[in-house]
């Protein structure tokens, strides 16, 4: 074994040598004798990490429809919000969840994850389909209001949801997702609870 951890440490000294030390291989301990295959720098960091727990499968795909009902929400916003503060909100949380479902998606097909299981009714925050069609009949100063308010639930339900699986999951990626959505929608929280009442 200490011949095959040499050889990756030699792997990766020479590789941080060259141009490009991202594309370069590494090859991978084996038993004595055997053969050593070689695999991308990416693989083999994430062979380190532990498997993904159930916490962490059901957290990204829950995740993942959780997002993509706030982005329904957003695209709402263009036509029928009057405050300007209240469209830019929209666009930026459109923005910052379009590329987190790639990602979340990526990792599904990393760990050969299939989704379409999760518990809708189960998640935090979501908002019924009977205040979607409230939202999506709202116009101007109604429409800011109810928009600013069901984003918050929603905003705080994905942090929950984020807390949770940081306690109860294995996965690195995961645990830095989960990371991404508490700071980033918690400033949000903060911004849309202080234009509330200025409505």
């Given at each position: 074994m200490r011949t095959g951890v040499a050889v990756i440490a030699l792997v990766v000294a020479l590789a941080g040598c060259t141009s490009e030390p991202e594309s370069a291989p590494i090859i991978a301990p084996d038993t004595p004798g055997g053969s050593a295959p070689t695999i991308a720098p990416s693989d083999a960091s994430r062979a380190q990490q532990p498997a993904p727990n159930d916490a962490d499968r059901q957290y990204v795909e829950m995740m993942i429809?959780?997002?993509?009902?706030?982005?329904?929400?957003t695209r709402f916003a263009p036509e029928r919000a009057?405050?300007?503060?209240?469209?830019?909100?929209?666009?930026?949380?459109?923005?910052?969840?379009?590329?987190?479902?790639?990602?979340m998606k990526q990792w599904q097909r990393t760990f050969n994850v299939v989704g379409g299981h999760a518990d809708h009714s189960a998640m935090p925050g979501m908002a019924t389909q009977e205040q979607l069609n409230a939202l999506g009949a709202a116009r101007g100063k109604d429409f800011d209001r109810m928009f600013l308010?069901?984003?918050?639930?929603?905003?705080?339900?994905?942090?929950?949801?984020?807390?949770d699986v940081r306690a109860a999951g294995t996965n690195v990626q995961v645990e830095e997702m989960a990371d991404d959505v508490v700071a980033t929608q918690s400033d949000e929280i903060n911004r849309m609870k202080a234009l509330l009442p200025t409505l």
């Open positions: 429809v959780h997002h993509e009902q706030a982005l329904a929400m009057q405050n300007e503060t209240v469209k830019g909100l929209a666009e930026r949380i459109r923005f910052s969840q379009e590329p987190e479902i790639g990602a308010e069901l984003m918050i639930k929603h905003h705080e339900g994905a942090i929950k949801m984020a807390t």
